[in-house]
């Protein structure tokens, strides 16, 4: 167990429509990720957050946007959803030190039909 | 320039045997963390090894551990005697020190694939 809770587990929506996904970090952690992984793809950095500011921009859409709350938990909003939305969203937390390492969520895994 | 970079697509080996997974990468921060991580066809994502830029002896988890060769900016990753359960994608990733967003830097992949 990562420590890091993400819900929810699935979520199967239509196009155009928006969804939230939930991210609870690790205990002590402050920086926040996000992170999009398409069918057989690698994995693509969304946006990072840090004790409640953005800190780091990725491949993130317009349509999709993020925030951490005081509690430090995280949300990540993806809104006129499309077909090529499809994909496994993860979150991850991690200590502030460049020797700590990601600690991921069981990620969420988005279908947009 | 690719920060990290895993050449091996696709890895075939035979139940009990060692393999090795290639990762190399690309930094001039003297300070850096490299990292391991086992993506199985479940879908999580696995912290699996950490080897530190100023390590002078390779990390070993268990059955994992990291060929670390600094002066060829390499980080293979080798796990040894091999399972069934070792079938699954491996991603190699890197942390600079001094980058202060703490970005972390992945290559795309390698997907073992563990032969009775």
């Known amino acids: 167990d990562s420590g890091v809770t993400q819900t929810p587990k699935h979520l199967i929506t239509a196009t155009g429509q928006r969804v939230t996904l939930r991210c609870s970090p690790r205990?002590?952690?402050?920086?926040v990720y996000w992170y999009q992984q398409s069918l057989d793809q690698g994995l693509q950095f969304l946006i990072q957050y840090y004790n409640g500011e953005e800190r780091a921009k990725g491949n993130i859409l317009e349509r999709f946007s993020a925030q951490q709350f005081p509690d430090l938990h995280s949300e990540l909003n993806l809104s006129s959803l499309e077909l090529g939305d499809s994909a496994l969203y993860f979150c991850a937390s991690s200590a502030s030190s460049w020797r700590s390492p990601l600690h991921f969520g069981n990620g969420t895994r988005l279908t947009v039909t | 320039a690719q920060k990290i970079t895993q050449t091996q697509p696709g890895m075939f080996v035979q139940e009990k045997e060692a393999v090795t997974l290639d990762c190399t990468y690309d930094?001039?921060?003297?300070?850096?963390?490299l990292f391991w991580y086992k993506q199985p066809s479940s879908g999580e994502m696995i912290f699996l090894i950490y080897?530190?830029?100023?390590?002078?002896q390779n990390a070993t988890e268990g059955r994992y551990s990291l060929n670390f060769q600094k002066a060829r900016k390499s980080a293979n990753l080798v796990i040894s005697a091999s399972q069934l359960g070792d079938s699954a994608m491996y991603f190699c990733?890197?942390?600079?020190?001094?980058?202060?967003?703490?970005?972390?830097?992945f290559g795309t992949g390698t997907s073992l694939t563990v032969i009775p």
């Open positions: 080897q530190g830029s100023y390590d002078q």
């Open positions: 990733a890197m942390r600079e020190g001094s980058n202060t967003g703490n970005q972390f830097y």
């Open positions: 205990s002590g952690d402050l920086s």
């Open positions: 930094t001039s921060d003297p300070s850096y963390g």
